[in-house]
């Protein structure tokens, strides 16, 4: 390692443990939020992946994943956390999820908040407390399932995203071919009772996985992923629909997303322009690199975010991917 390199870290040491012997900066760890993790397996928060969450009303925090336990307590693939970040007891999962044994782990994809404060659930289980639900299930706000929803057999393969319309109806997307034993080509929507909405008709739908849905306020929908082709045309990793199922066609993306990537993610910004994140290096022919090279300067970040991870008692891996991801 070059000299001056290691002697421009001990000049920035100093100025890290300053920085926490006067405050917090932005993007520091909070130590108030979960204080009962100490780091280096001691509690240590999560056991397992955190695949998404979100944050409801009241300021808790509903999180699915491939985990079997929070902070030392049982929790399988699905936990409520409160505003400092200890375990919501009052949210009861039971067994919580199960994985399918064909699968082998157990992965928790996505969850959605409805109106009236349901949680639906998607990802790659066979079961919920002891109740076959092949990939999605729906559970009142206190953990316990919701026997409105019937999903009869489910799906026959992985869901990767859910997004609730303003109707109540259900989009999911991911890699299966059929719902509930119905062909439906990795998306479909879902009545809130369960029930296969057959007024959303995407013919022979798409040839590969759907990994990410946006709503927009007009009501089409985005969709991203790993496919080339919807309904017998080339669509590269990106496409809208209409409301009905059939393919916007006033969007245009050209030659898509590159060869051998995947969109992971699409979010709407407030003027209704249209962030996509994931793994490609070209979008319609333009170098746009989602995955970094990491420069000499890059390479200086990650070490002093490891320096800061030993600091505020994280683990520096997970904490290197919580500072890289967006």
């Not at 204080?35 to 056991?47: C, K, M, R, S």
């Not at 925090?61 to 491939?66: K, Q, R």
């Not at 909405?197 to 985005?222: E, H, Y």
């Not at 070209?282 to 600091?311: C, K």
């Amino acid at each position: 390692m070059n000299r001056f390199y290691l002697f421009f870290l001990m000049l920035l040491i100093p100025l890290l443990l300053g920085s926490q012997a006067y405050g917090q900066n932005p993007g520091d760890n909070d130590p108030s939020f979960n204080p009962d993790d100490t780091g280096f397996g001691e509690i240590d928060g999560f056991n397992g992946t955190v695949r998404d969450m979100v944050r409801l009303a009241d300021g808790k925090i509903l999180a699915v994943g491939t985990f079997t336990a929070y902070n030392g307590t049982s929790r399988s693939g699905i936990a409520r956390i409160n505003v400092d970040g200890t375990l919501d007891t009052s949210f009861d999962p039971g067994t919580g999820f199960t994985s399918l044994p064909s699968f082998g782990n157990l992965v928790v994809n996505t969850i959605a908040i409805q109106g009236d404060g349901k949680i639906v659930v998607g990802g790659v289980f066979a079961r919920f407390n002891g109740l076959a639900l092949n990939r999605i299930a729906r559970l009142n706000p206190d953990g316990t399932y919701d026997t409105d929803f019937n999903p009869g057999s489910g799906f026959n393969g992985g869901v990767d995203r859910i997004a609730l319309q303003v109707d109540g109806k259900i989009l999911v997307g991911g890699t299966f071919t059929s719902y509930n034993g119905t062909a439906r080509n990795r998306f479909v929507r879902i009545e809130p009772n369960g029930n296969l909405d057959t007024s959303l008709d995407v013919g022979t739908g798409f040839n590969n996985g759907v990994i990410s849905i946006a709503i927009q306020p007009d009501n089409k929908i985005l969709l991203g992923g790993s496919f080339t082709s919807f309904n017998g045309v080339t669509q590269n990793r990106i496409t809208r629909l209409n409301l009905d199922g059939s393919r916007d066609t006033d969007f245009n993306t050209g030659t898509g997303v590159s060869t051998g990537s995947f969109v992971w993610r699409i979010t709407l910004q407030p003027d209704n322009k249209i962030l996509v994140g994931g793994e490609y290096t070209r979008f319609n022919g333009l170098t746009r690199n989602s995955l970094f090279d990491l420069t000499p300067m890059e390479v200086w970040t990650m070490i002093l975010i490891l320096v800061q991870a030993s600091m505020t008692k994280l683990d520096p891996f997970k904490y290197w991917q919580m500072e890289k991801s967006w």
